[in-house]
């Protein structure tokens, strides 16, 4: 048994009045440092997408903050901060169990993301993009999700501001997690299957291939911009990918900083799943900044399933955010946008491209490392965790588990005591099937 010891907290919270008032935008300092990303390009001109084309896609203050490149803090509407309070600060603990266990000398720490009832992160944005449409006067919204997670969350979101949302949810998720349907649905939103025949491009896609379609992450994006720019007063609102989205989840790095700070550490290594960026980009934010300004130099390390290799794998470029071409395209690693990843059970992790602000940043080197690790391993981390820490992860969060664990036995062979920072998204209560199949040694491994 574990003991864990008496005069160090084995989890922090920090105060209400200590949650960070202000999102951090790193793409200002990575300005500074003439690390510029470049724009978004409109398919039909092949020119930088301006703000007026942007705002008939997202809503005008989200397509405002997509194109920032220079504030480098924005403040956090009170309604937002309100609705944060609900569920955060969320806690950052040291995993003792984890660490015993393993019988390592680092200090493991993970980010907590997952006690909220979308089970992850994704409220984060969420909410604030809800905040942002009922400001704006928008009354329907559109999005995609893989996992479930993110349409939770949206459906949270849109269920506390009485907005109208539909949900293009990828098929091969649907059928693994019915009841993440019905969690939607109980918040008001209307889940359909993508692809679906309710938009062009669904219909195209079914057509190609109608007995065996999985669906992707892409397709389903493709489908809920082409709702939303076709429908009155709506827009189409993502999960993760974008630059907006990163900077909402950047509370995860400046509260684990914080929290941080009352352990008195700072993390030699910071690790995070990578779907479409947005955790890791976070949970890197305001430590990021930090590097760029040449303050500390912690080693950042980026992990993804070997199933959906965007940045082991793919190539630096301008491609399509979705299957369908209906999106501006982003300069990113992607595996091409009409790339089907195998239907495995980390489904926020099966998209072919990458936050460009990730790509931007593993480019030219202040990503340290981006890892992919395959299925099987990532499950077989996970009940260590879980048999360890109690919590059971997604697998989405497995991933930074895995990785977090082989680093800890790393030091273990160099007697180091690096501290580990990691991200815990969210909770696996909904990947029971994936679990199950694991369980019963019967899982692939891609
Ligand atoms: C629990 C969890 N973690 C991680 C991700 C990956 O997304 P991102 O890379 O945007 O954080 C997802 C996406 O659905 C998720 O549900």
Known sequence: MVTIPKNIPYKTYLKEEEMPKTWYNVRADMAKKGIDINPLLNPGTMQPVTLDELSHIFCYELSKQELDNTNQFIEIPKTVLDFYRMYRPAPLVRAYCLEKLLDTPAHIYYKFEGNNTSGSHKLNSAIAQAYYAKEQGITNITTETGAGQWGTALSMACGYFGLDLTVYMVRCSAQQKPQRKTIMETYGAKVIESPSETTNVGKAMLAASPDNYTGSLGTAISEAVEVAVTQPNTRYQLGSVLNQVLLHQTIIGAESKAALEEYDEYPDEIIGCIGGGSNFGGLIGVFMKDKLEGKANPHFIAVEPESCPSVTKGEFRYDFCDTGKVTPLAEMYTLGYDFMPAPTHAGGLRYHGMSPIISKLYKEGYIDEARAVNQVDVFAAAE????????????????????????????????ESKVILFGLTGTGYFDLYAYDKFNKGILANS
């Open 384 to 415: 260590q965790f879980c048999r360890s820490e109690g919590i059971l992860p997604a697998p989405e969060s497995s991933h930074a588990i895995k990785a977090a664990i082989d680093e800890a036995l790393k030091c273990k062979e160099t007697v």
